[in-house]
């Protein structure tokens, strides 16, 4: 009997040293309070637990609502009184037998009195940030509130950044790949409320490099509109071509057989007096 309970609580200690946490959830957003998430993995036994947190506390604080639920959604209106600007930042990790995954903050999809509103334009080799300072934090704080705008390629970390308080330019990008930014709002140097999603963009090609492209592009086009005329021409139409090609002649008047003025006439041998060559060797000299 011994035996078998220690051989049981081995075998327990084995599986939970070899088992792995959960993969953290993915796509975690929030839309008019609604936080939304897509589950990792496919395994049913996997709970999810939301947290909020102010920005000026650094302690991460479960929502009551929202401890190790199976859904894969939340509402999370009850945490905007935590902070007297509703300004918290929001993040979910999974669960599964005590095992613990690394949480993961959600982003704003279509924003709100925390979340800045900004639109993303693509130029030759930038990109621009418009940002609106329309909203309750920005007039509130007025200069106290910056924007921190995070930048990079898709698929990698936004992990560089640029802080200003208006429009935000960035230059020197790689032309024909595809950037990514997302915005949050600074109170003083502090990142404050939820970060918008990512919006993407591609770079245009610079200016030399876009006119060369379209004047190969119209030369192709060219090219493929005049080789069938050509060639119907040069099939169906070669007879009409050799006279259009043949130089221009003119037939003189007097080309025709008439008879000559007399000034022109030739002067007949009978009417002239020559004198008879009776010889041409030296002896008929003498």
């Not at 395994?43 to 650094?58: A, I, K, L, N, R």
């Not at 043949?246 to 041998?269: C, G, K, M, N, V």
């Amino acid at each position: 009997m011994l035996f078998n309970v220690l051989c049981f609580l081995v075998v327990l200690v084995v599986q939970g040293l070899s088992e792995a946490p959960p993969a953290p959830p993915q796509d975690i957003h929030v839309d008019k309070w609604l936080l939304t998430w897509n589950p990792a993995t496919e395994e049913g036994d996997v709970t999810y637990t939301v947290q909020y947190s102010s920005f000026d506390s650094g302690v991460w604080t479960n929502v009551p609502a929202c401890i190790r639920i199976s859904s894969n959604s939340c509402n999370v209106i009850s945490t905007k009184s935590k902070h007297e600007q509703g300004c918290i930042l929001l993040r979910v990790r999974a669960e599964r037998r005590g095992l613990r995954s690394t949480p993961v903050r959600a982003c704003s999809r279509h924003g709100d009195s925390c979340t800045p509103d900004f639109s993303l334009t693509a130029g030759r080799g930038i990109l621009t940030v418009q940002l609106s300072r329309n909203q309750s934090f920005a007039h509130e704080h007025a200069y106290k509130a910056k924007f921190r705008v995070y930048y990079g390629k898709e698929g990698e970390p936004l992990k560089q950044y640029k802080d200003s308080v208006a429009t935000v330019t960035i230059p020197d990008l790689q032309e024909g790949q595809r950037y990514c930014t997302e915005v949050q709002y600074l109170y003083y140097e502090d990142p404050v409320g939820l970060p918008t999603c990512s919006q993407c963009a591609v770079i245009l090609e610079s200016k030399k490099d876009y006119k060369q492209t379209e004047i190969i592009v119209a030369v192709v086009v060219i090219l493929l509109c005049l080789i069938p005329v050509v060639a119907y021409f040069l099939i169906f139409q070669s007879g009409k071509i050799k006279e259009l090609l043949q130089p221009p002649y003119h037939i003189p008047e007097d080309f025709f057989l008439e008879p000559l003025p007399a000034h022109h006439r030739p002067i007949s041998t009978t009417e002239e007096h020559l004198d008879v060559i009776t010889c041409i060797s030296p002896e008929c000299r003498d």
